[in-house]
């Protein structure tokens, strides 16, 4: 039941992040005033479609490390909704809201892997981190801990993950949106954009379910190789010991 959409915002209509941040509070409130949709976000990548963006980062008040001895994490942009349409468990804090606007203290939420990584056995609530991403002079507080998401694969180790809220970040004209419920459908999605937009185009429409075959591709072809080659192996032997017996 959850519908993934990807949306780009052409810079002509949307040139800057204030113009780009309404239109996309707009969609998400449409869409949850559909009949059948339960819940709907944004997000700069959705789990299991590639690696996504990622920066090096510092905890502000310990020491800096050396360089090229930074940790890393990787860095997604969510809206409001993001993580109650995902199912995304809140373990500690509270989920980005819509007053972490451009002109409110920058916060930012991370993910369950981060705070076992450096705060092991402590709460991360209220500590800030230096991030080299597209400000690394502001100092966002984390102000959440979130449940793990696996980013390319479900073998795949877990690492550390920093969200910020849409309203406080850079110009993003890229966003994935994402829908849940009986009446999340493509149809129901592109009608909620073309009232806000009629002339912006949806791409990469899949459901989760199709991105997560996706992502096991390269594990199940050739799986099924080797099932076929067993099988054949096993009707050898069978055949030749027919012919023994």
Do not use: C
Not at 12 to 24: K, S, V
Not at 128 to 138: C, G, K, M, P, S
Not at 139 to 165: A, F, K, N
Not at 205 to 227: F, H, I, K, N
């Amino acid at each position: 039941g959850l519908f993934t959409a990807q949306l780009n915002l052409p810079e002509a209509g949307y040139p800057d992040a204030p113009r780009q941040e309404l239109f996309y509070r707009a969609l998400v409130d449409r869409l949850d005033q559909t009949p059948g949709i339960t819940g709907a976000g944004l997000i700069s990548f959705v789990p299991l479609i590639g690696a996504g963006s990622a920066t090096s980062f510092t905890v502000v008040g310990r020491p800096t490390p050396a360089p090229g001895a930074e940790p890393v994490a990787d860095i997604r942009v969510v809206d409001p909704g993001y993580f109650a349409a995902m199912g995304i468990p809140l373990r500690r804090g509270r989920f980005p809201a819509a007053t972490d606007r451009a002109d409110a203290p920058k916060v930012v939420v991370i993910s369950e892997e981060m705070a076992r990584e450096l705060w092991p056995g402590e709460d991360p609530i209220g500590q800030r981190l230096q991030v080299a991403w597209w400000d690394a002079a502001a100092t966002p507080e984390v102000v959440g801990v979130v449940g793990d998401v696996r980013r390319t694969s479900l073998d795949q180790d877990l690492r550390p993950m920093i969200y910020y809220p849409v309203g406080q970040s850079p110009t993003f004209g890229s966003m994935m949106l994402v829908a849940r419920g009986p009446g999340a459908s493509l149809g129901a999605i592109r009608d909620a954009v073309h009232q806000l937009d009629p002339s912006l185009p949806l791409s990469d429409v899949a459901t989760m379910d199709t991105r997560l075959e996706q992502s096991m591709a390269d594990r199940r072809y050739p799986m099924l190789l080797l099932g076929l080659f067993a099988a054949l192996a096993v009707t050898l032997a069978a055949i030749g010991l027919y012919g023994v017996l």
